[in-house]
């Protein structure tokens, strides 16, 4: 199977701070996919990255994908509690280009007001 | 245009008995996979059905089976539950199988088992 590694684990930030969670696979990529799931909620899909190198923004987020396709980031500017969470990055399986996703373990996001 | 639907929402069932949990894709959507999250966890991939037929299945035992019907809708069973098939289990619908296309989930299933 797909292995990829989410980083850090827990964070925990005061409001106003920025916040980056890391996502990294063994294997090049052929895109990437990154979901945010509420406590007691559902994965919600935020973005999906293509592209080497490609960088894309939603108001306060940051999305990138590393140039060797192999890792990506999202950052959070400025963070209010509204963003509390775990983010997910999602990858499709190596080699194949059908829908199933590996989920990563996420990064629990605490924002303390 | 309603999203991705799941019921119940909530579920208790006592080891060894079965369980179909249904799920209702989103409108215009025509591929349904199911995926169960343990708590702390990410989601992990159990199957994923096209033209009422299973096309792709993860690490899961023969006792996690499913089905689609002609509108699309799926359902999952499980059979002889053990305790650590407590989970939530989550729908999520998609234009086609491609790994480039969206995937939409469902809120879940939550199941408890006893």
């Known amino acids: 199977g797909q292995q990829v590694m989410q980083i850090p684990q827990y964070q925990h930030v005061q409001e106003g701070e920025d916040f980056t969670t890391y996502c990294n696979s063994s294997?090049?990529?052929?895109?990437i996919q990154w979901y945010k799931q509420r406590p007691g909620g559902h994965p919600v899909f935020l973005i999906q990255?293509?592209?080497?190198?490609e960088v894309k923004k939603q108001k306060r987020l940051t999305f990138q994908f590393g140039e060797a396709k192999k890792n990506s980031s999202l950052h959070i500017t400025a963070t209010q509690t509204t963003d509390v969470g775990t983010y997910f990055c999602?990858?499709?399986?190596?080699?194949?280009?059908?829908?199933?996703?590996?989920f990563g373990r996420g990064t629990q996001l605490t924002v303390w007001p | 245009d309603a999203g991705v639907t799941q019921s119940p929402t909530h579920l208790i069932k006592t080891r060894g008995q079965q369980v179909t949990l249904r799920c209702s894709p989103k409108?215009?959507?025509?591929?349904v996979s199911w995926y169960q999250q343990a708590l702390g966890q990410g989601p992990q991939f159990i199957f994923q059905?096209?033209?009422?037929?299973?096309?792709q299945r993860g690490n899961f035992p023969d006792r996690f089976s499913g089905h689609q019907f002609p509108n699309y809708s799926s359902e999952l069973n499980v059979n002889a539950l053990l305790l650590g098939d407590s989970a939530l289990y989550l729908c999520?619908?998609?234009?086609?199988?491609?790994?480039?296309?969206?995937?939409?989930f469902g809120p879940g299933t939550r199941l408890l088992v006893l």
């Open positions: 409108s215009g959507h025509d591929t």
């Open positions: 294997t090049t990529l052929s895109n």
């Open positions: 999602a990858l499709p399986p190596r080699g194949s280009t059908l829908g199933r996703l590996y």
């Open positions: 990255l293509v592209k080497s190198g």
């Open positions: 999520a619908s998609s234009l086609g199988q491609g790994a480039q296309e969206t995937q939409y």
């Open positions: 059905y096209y033209e009422e037929e299973e096309r």
